[in-house]
Nanobody
Framework: QVQLVESGGGLVQAGGSLRLSCTASGLTFSNAAMGWFRQAPGTEREFVVSIYWSGGRLVSADSADSVKGRFTMSRDNAKNTVYLQMNSLKPEDTAVYYC??????????????WGQGTQVTVSS
């Protein structure tokens, strides 16, 4: 059974940084496609970044235009954990952030596994 557990959300001022973590269990980490999505109140779940690796090597990475140059996804194999480093945060980045696994594309419905979400609030 695959489980994803996020952590690292919180309150930060505009221009600040946060790093979210997502620890996976029950997943073959060396061959995995994972992503981060976010959802603000009253909106649909929105793609943020995704990363795909096979045989332990990065195959491809993708990020939404709204976060390019500010957000970076990385991983630590030893800890079965992926990270979302968020820099230069803006109030419009405020949302619940979700870790997902099982796909690489930008469509949320393609992902099979989801974490519980972690709240990120950016004050102006």
């Amino acid at each position: 059974q695959v489980q994803l557990v996020e952590s690292g959300g919180g309150l930060v001022q505009a221009g600040g940084s946060l790093r979210l973590s997502c620890t996976a269990s029950g997943l073959t980490f060396s061959n995995a496609a994972m992503g981060w999505f976010r959802q603000a109140p009253g909106t649909e779940r929105e793609f943020v970044v995704s990363i795909y690796w096979s045989g332990g090597r990065l195959v491809s990475a993708d990020s939404a235009d709204s976060v390019k140059g500010r957000f970076t996804m990385s991983r630590d194999n030893a800890k079965n954990t992926v990270y979302l480093q968020m820099n230069s945060l803006k109030p419009e980045d405020t949302a619940v952030y979700y870790c997902a696994a099982g796909a690489f594309i930008r469509e949320a419905r393609a992902y099979e596994y989801w974490g519980q979400g972690t709240q990120v609030t950016v004050s102006s």
